[in-house]
């Protein structure tokens, strides 16, 4: 009987911020909280798992068309796991499974991810099934879809094969990841408004329409993708000049987020490689007011967080994740970053309810994945 333990991390968002659904490169960081499963495989097809308060034990058992439970039930993610593996290895052996979690939930860290990751990594090893990473992304981003998000593959992707150390240029096609070496004194803080962004809700549908209206502008301009349109800068104006007749403002923000935003990730991986850690810090406040005011996927938390962040000493900050609450990530250089945590606890956080250091103020050091290796 196989049993064992299984680990997946949070990922951190360093740039590239709601466009790996348009297919282009993100380029986040794995953080060390992570979720851990330990598991044992059962006789049958039935699976049980518990985690520590709220989250309670789940149970259910393993069948050709399992269906989501009530939003916002973390049964889903269970579900959306088995459902993956289904999809590529057909029905297998139940689990019982011990989820224990030191990543904050509903911070835009991706803990959601984290959790069907784990759990498909726990499923497969459970049943002595040997998965690769192109395997995995071909089922782990689909398979969240079942969760109601159509989100992208950047998280699943980061939290698999982050090395330590680097940042992770995540490219999706051809699906590749290039580990960029972070340099020594860099440090990132990851820092909680105290709102929590919950994927189930009002935010989800939110981000699916931000989604649908870069796709929109897309599909307006007769291109088939933003890579393509990437890949013609001097077209810009003249694309942007046909969506602005076009009177659909969120069309037009979307387009003009994406092709800035995917420009900021290009000159971020040249602002590491150089070492340029105040010029990667403004690509990161640049990236914030482009969310702000194009996409709008910030929130007057976020805000405030992000100003307070640049008025203690931040070379640069910015949500992180899908935004509508959640977290910023703000980047320093080591030797500043008491001062940095030290400013935010007084001028964000002083005398706020439910604040408590160990979960809202974050010292992300890039971090390994769950140990996939990249062809
Ligand atoms: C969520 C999604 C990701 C990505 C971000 C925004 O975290 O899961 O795929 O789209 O939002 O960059």
Not at 86 to 109: E, F, M, T
Not at 119 to 138: D, V
Not at 263 to 276: C, F
Request: hydrophobic content about 45%.
């Amino acid at each position: 009987m196989l049993a064992g333990e299984v680990q997946a991390p949070g990922r951190v968002n360093l740039i590239g911020e709601h466009i790996d659904y348009h297919g282009l490169p993100v380029l986040p960081i794995a953080m060390d909280r992570r979720i851990r499963i330990r598991f044992r495989a059962r006789g049958d097809r039935r699976i049980c798992a518990s985690s520590a308060a709220p989250f309670g034990r789940r149970e259910f058992a393993w069948t050709g068309d399992l269906q989501p439970v009530a939003a916002g039930d973390w049964e889903n993610y269970l579900r959306a796991a088995a459902s993956a593996v289904a999809s590529r290895w057909g029905l297998c052996a139940g689990v019982d499974a011990w989820i224990a979690a030191d990543l904050p939930p509903a911070a835009g860290l991706a803990s959601s991810s984290a959790l069907i990751v784990a759990f498909t990594l726990c499923l497969l090893a459970a049943n002595g099934i040997h998965a690769g990473f192109e395997e995995l992304m071909a089922i782990l981003p689909e398979g969240e879809h079942f969760v109601g998000t159509r989100g992208g593959g950047m998280d699943h992707a980061a939290i698999l094969a982050s090395r330590a150390g680097c940042a992770s240029l995540i490219e999706f096609a051809p699906l590749a990841v290039r580990h960029i070496v972070v340099p020594g004194d860099w440090a990132f803080l990851v820092a909680h408004s105290l709102e929590t962004a919950e994927e189930s809700g009002s935010a989800r549908t939110a981000y699916n329409a931000r989604r649908q209206a870069g796709a929109a502008a897309l599909a307006r301009l007769g291109m088939a993708s933003y890579r393509e349109v990437i890949a013609a800068p001097q077209r810009h104006a003249e694309l942007l000049a046909r969506l602005a007749g076009s009177n659909e403002d969120a069309e037009r923000d979307a387009f003009l987020h994406t092709t800035s935003e995917s420009a900021r990730v290009t000159e971020a991986v040249a602002a590491i490689e150089a070492g340029d850690a105040a010029g990667f810090g403004r690509l990161l406040t640049e990236s914030q007011g482009s969310l702000r005011d194009r996409l709008r996927v910030s929130s007057p938390a976020l805000d405030r967080l992000v100003d307070a962040a640049l008025a203690c000493g931040a070379l640069g900050a910015r949500l992180t994740g899908a935004g509508f609450g959640g977290a910023v990530v703000a980047v320093t250089r080591k030797p500043d970053l008491p001062a940095l945590r030290h400013g935010l606890i007084s001028s964000y956080y002083d005398g706020r309810a439910g604040f408590c250091e160990a979960d809202h103020l974050i010292d992300a050091l890039p971090a390994a994945g769950a140990g996939f290796e990249v062809r």
